[in-house]
């Protein structure tokens, strides 16, 4: 069993910064994919980034250039750098985790941090 916590969030005006941190316990495992999604009011969730084996990443359009996903592993911690914030950022972050691990895939999720930009 993992256990992930976000922190980070917060409100902040248009073209401010954030970092979100995401920290995993327990059972880590062999780690597939730590990502992060978000969820604007109204919306669906969807992947706004994510780092894979190898420190290989993935971006959605809309923040590719401004947010930058990282990790430490030995702290079992994942990051999401967010800069020249949009008040279209505005969503709830989820981080996401997907392990192998015990024979079978697992997906854990965090339980979201608020990021609110003003205009």
């Known amino acids: 069993q993992v256990h992930l916590v976000e922190s980070g969030g917060g409100v902040v005006q248009a073209g401010g910064s954030l970092r979100l941190s995401c920290l995993a316990s327990?059972?880590?495992?062999?780690?597939?994919?730590v990502g992060w999604y978000r969820q604007a009011p109204g919306g669906q969730r969807e992947l706004t980034a994510q780092i894979a084996s190898g420190d290989n990443t993935v971006y959605a359009h809309s923040v590719k250039g401004r947010f930058t996903i990282s990790r430490d592993i030995a702290k079992n911690t994942a990051y999401l750098q967010m800069n020249t914030l949009k008040p279209e950022d505005t969503a709830v972050y989820y981080c996401?985790?997907?392990?192998?691990?015990?024979?079978?895939?697992?997906?854990?999720w965090g339980q979201g941090t608020q990021v609110t930009v003003s205009s």
């Open positions: 327990g059972t880590v495992g062999s780690i597939i994919t």
């Open positions: 996401n985790l997907l392990q192998y691990y015990g024979g079978r895939i697992n997906k854990y």
